[in-house]
């Protein structure tokens, strides 16, 4: 699945670590970001014929897989205290970095410190969740040895839901870690941090990633002026809504888990990038793209990849306009508003972290020119009708 990776090294600012080392200098928690190359496979399928989040987190290779600022919510759990003890980092609000910088992420109040407790042993999870959810602070006497932790999510399109937890073994033998560090029994604490080792987030997406692309079909769809307009996108009845496990119990997964309620379902659409990407990330509702390339010309893409939860078939409504006649208007009958969904499915359904391209072939609207011969009439044979003939007249009884 494609990954991006927070590298975190961890801790709470409230008891200075026994073990400090030799100059007796706590261990702060200093979270980095890094990017991390998974193993994504880009399947694109070709189809022929609320608030808003801020889209797709990262990209299909290394030059675009890349936090752009996003916010990332972390959580470290020791499980040795009790109670709400246990909350250390009680999912907190984060930066990442922007581009390919490989700062440290910020954490949104810049007077925030924490440091290794004591010679305890830390979990850190961490989410993105966009505008999907907004309580994300685990609640006040939840035990999550039983119960774990989830929120509730509501999704339109936009928001990329990813998760992560580190894999200690890597941590482990990354570069830089101290030789002495042999097992991972001693990670994530003060004394793991002092010899090298920095709990690596890796987020990992929980959604389907669908990228629309588009060219034209036909040589009429490409003439100067006549040219095909894409209106709008949908993926009509989506579900919307389910829940994202952040903190998963013993022997169970992070997992997104869609609702099955019948009415949990709404259409989504498709959408672009910010009007001022200087002022806003939020994306904008999609504008009408003129479709220029023919049909010998490879597919464009148009408008921001659409998140979705992962399923077996999709329903897209295209809706499109032409000006046919190249008059400079777009007649009732030159704009197709609602036509019929089109489904698309693959082998083994759509997959979580997969991008799959949606390959659209617009055609111009194709007049009907019929062509009318008028045949003379052939002059018949005289048929006379006399109803005397047809219906004789019948004699009266005699007395």
Not at 56 to 76: D, F, I, K, P
Not at 260 to 287: C, I, R, Y
Not at 299 to 316: A, D
Request: charged letters at 25%; hydrophobic letters at 35%.
């Amino acid at each position: 699945m494609c990954a991006t990776a927070m590298m975190a090294s961890c801790a709470k600012d409230k008891t200075i670590a026994l073990d400090n080392g030799a100059d007796g200098t706590p261990e702060e928690i200093i979270l980095g970001a890094g990017q991390y190359l998974s193993a994504e496979v880009e399947q694109g399928q070709p189809m022929k014929a609320a608030s808003r989040g801020i889209g797709s987190v990262g990209g299909l290779s290394t030059g675009t897989n890349q936090w752009n600022g996003e916010a990332v919510y972390v959580y470290g759990i020791v499980s040795a205290l009790k109670g709400d003890a246990q909350f250390v980092i009680n999912g907190d609000e984060a930066t990442a970095p922007t581009g390919t910088a490989k700062d440290a992420l910020a954490w949104k109040a810049t007077d925030k410190h924490y440091y290794y407790d004591g010679n305890n042993l830390y979990d850190f999870y961490g989410c993105h969740v966009d505008d999907a959810a907004t309580d994300m602070a685990i609640p006040g006497g939840t035990k999550l040895a039983e119960n774990g932790f989830s929120v509730p999510v509501t999704i339109n399109g936009t928001q990329d839901l990813m998760v992560a937890m580190p894999d200690k073994e890597s941590d482990r033998t990354a570069e830089g870690v101290d030789p002495e560090v042999t097992t991972t029994k001693n990670l994530y604490s003060a004394w793991s941090s002092r010899r090298g080792v920095k709990p690596n987030l890796v987020f990992k997406h929980v959604l389907t990633r669908l990228t629309f692309k588009a060219k034209c079909g036909n040589a009429v769809a490409y003439e100067e002026g006549k040219e095909v307009y894409i209106t709008s996108v949908q993926v009509v009845d989506a579900k919307n809504k389910g829940t994202l496990t952040i903190i998963p119990t013993a022997g169970n997964q992070q997992v997104f888990t869609a609702s099955d309620v019948a009415e949990d379902k709404a259409d989504f659409s498709l959408m672009q990038g910010p009007k001022d990407p200087g002022t806003s990330k939020e994306l904008a509702p999609f504008e009408e793209v003129k479709i220029t390339g023919n049909k010998d010309n490879d597919f464009v893409q148009i408008g921001v990849p659409m998140m979705l939860v992962p399923g077996g078939e999709y329903f897209i409504v295209i809706t499109t306009k032409q000006d046919a006649d190249g008059d400079g208007k777009f007649e009732e009958d030159e704009q197709v508003l609602n036509p019929a969904p089109v489904k698309i499915s693959i082998t083994d359904g759509f997959k979580a972290g997969y991008n799959y391209n949606v390959n659209l072939t617009v055609y111009g609207l194709e007049h009907i020119d019929i062509d009318a011969t008028l045949t003379a009439w052939e002059n018949g044979e005289d048929i006379e009708i006399d109803p005397d003939d047809i219906n004789p007249p019948t004699p009266d009884p005699i007395p």
